[in-house]
């Protein structure tokens, strides 16, 4: 059973997985490395600090004042692509429709 320390590395280990998925083009399993890191940061309440440094600092618009571990071009691009993979409606998809009109 992992500590705090050993999860805390886990999710630092996943953001170098991630960057490899998305070397590799593989989408989807790059999307299931990000939400799964985001959601172990919650859940062991990692520190704010650590949060910045693995997601980064948005503003309150959105605008990106500090890129984390996790670069949000290669994020919004794993969730766009796993759009695509699956088949879904681009119309049903906020990420798609941002893409589309070129916020992306």
């Known amino acids: 059973m992992l500590d705090s320390r050993g999860i805390e590395r886990k999710i630092y280990d996943?953001?170098?997985?991630?960057?490899?998925?998305?070397?590799?083009?593989?989408?989807?399993?790059?999307?299931?490395?990000?939400?799964?890191?985001?959601?172990?940061?919650?859940d062991v309440e990692l520190e704010q600090e650590k949060k910045d440094e693995l997601f980064g600092i948005r503003g309150n618009r959105g605008e990106i004042i500090k890129e984390g571990l996790f670069k949000e071009e290669l994020v919004s691009k794993a969730f766009i692509e796993t759009c695509v993979k699956a088949k879904q409606n681009p119309e049903n998809c906020m990420l798609c429709q941002k893409r589309i009109r070129g916020e992306v």
């Open 14 to 42: 996943m953001a170098i997985v991630f960057q490899a998925h998305m070397k590799a083009k593989r989408y989807a399993q790059a999307k299931y490395c990000y939400d799964k890191a985001r959601g172990l940061a919650v």
